[in-house]
């Protein structure tokens, strides 16, 4: 059961990196594309 816990406990941070990373990501590549577009 602990070992469970752990492994979701992990899961749980990758979710949370991945939601942190994801809208900077894109946000990202928004403005690339929009500037690329503007030149």
Do not use: G, M, N, Q
């Given at each position: 059961m602990n070992n469970l816990n752990n492994e979701s406990e992990r899961?749980?941070?990758?979710?949370?990196?991945?939601?942190?990373?994801?809208?900077?990501?894109?946000f990202a590549a928004g403005c690339l594309i929009t500037y690329?577009?503007?030149r």
């Open positions: 899961l749980i941070d990758r979710l949370s990196a991945l939601v942190a990373v994801v809208p900077t990501i894109s690329l577009l503007r």
